[in-house]
């Protein structure tokens, strides 16, 4: 079976996940409440989308 | 090339995808909204056009096609009665498909899906939902006094005593 002939340095890996990184969502923000709310979907904190209450979101007590 | 659009398996054999999309589309006219995954959704909104498109031409066979693959005969009532009258004057798009959030346990995207013009009967339902909530509410904090005042009038000799005692 192959197997590795030398040791990979710290340099090689940290340089190959130089380009690993995850990007920020874009969000937008609610007009409603004006919270930021992931685009296309109900708001999570007010459950507005669209104008209209279209889903019931619990108070945190 | 008609590459990359089969469909959706959804992980089933075929007897039981179909099930599931029979359940899916009784349960969505019955209800006029239900909560599921994205690609569920997806799924059903073909058979849940058709079933409408059925409910419009309004016949007998149509009726009995409808009834063929509905799961439940008041389902089928409804689609003929209420849900197709409805859509007289619009050619498909009958559904919105609203994402909610995640599942918890898998990550899941979980969405709505509801018939076009049912805003009236889900905030009805809605409203009934908050009523027995309310209702729920009010009697637990009734019982809750009542075993209170119970557990007070238990104390209350035992209290007396332990001041007899004292003195
Ligand atoms: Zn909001």
Not at chain 1, 6 to 34: F, G, I, V
Not at chain 2, 90 to 107: C, F, M
Request: positive net charge; aromatic residues 4%; charged residues 35%.
């Amino acid at each position: 079976m192959p197997n590795p002939k030398r040791r990979h340095s710290q340099k090689r890996t940290s340089t190959r996940r130089a380009h690993d990184a995850l990007s920020k969502h874009s969000l937008s923000e609610c007009p409603n409440c004006h919270e930021k709310k992931m685009p296309h979907r109900a708001c999570a904190k007010c459950g507005y989308y669209k104008g209209r209450e279209v889903v019931e979101v619990e108070e945190a007590s | 090339m008609r590459h990359k659009v089969a469909g959706w398996k959804l992980g089933r054999n075929t007897a039981h995808r179909r099930s599931l999309l029979r359940n899916l589309v009784t349960s969505l006219i019955v209800e006029e909204r239900i909560e599921t995954t994205i690609p569920k959704a997806k799924a059903m909104r073909p058979h849940v056009e058709k079933m409408i498109t059925l409910g419009k031409r309004g016949d007998l066979a149509a009726r009995r096609l409808a009834a063929s693959y509905l799961m439940t005969d008041e389902s089928v009532v409804k689609l003929f009665d209420t849900i197709a009258p409805r859509f007289g004057d619009r050619n498909g798009g009958y559904l919105r498909i609203v994402r909610t959030a995640w599942q918890k346990g898998d990550g899941a995207e979980k969405a709505f899906v509801e018939l076009l013009g049912s805003e009236k009967v889900l905030d009805e339902k809605r409203e009934k939902r908050a009523e027995a909530r309310a209702k729920r509410v009010a009697e637990a904090k009734k019982a809750m006094e009542e075993a209170e005042a119970q557990a007070q009038t238990q104390a209350a000799p035992e209290a007396a005593e332990k001041q007899e005692e004292e003195k």
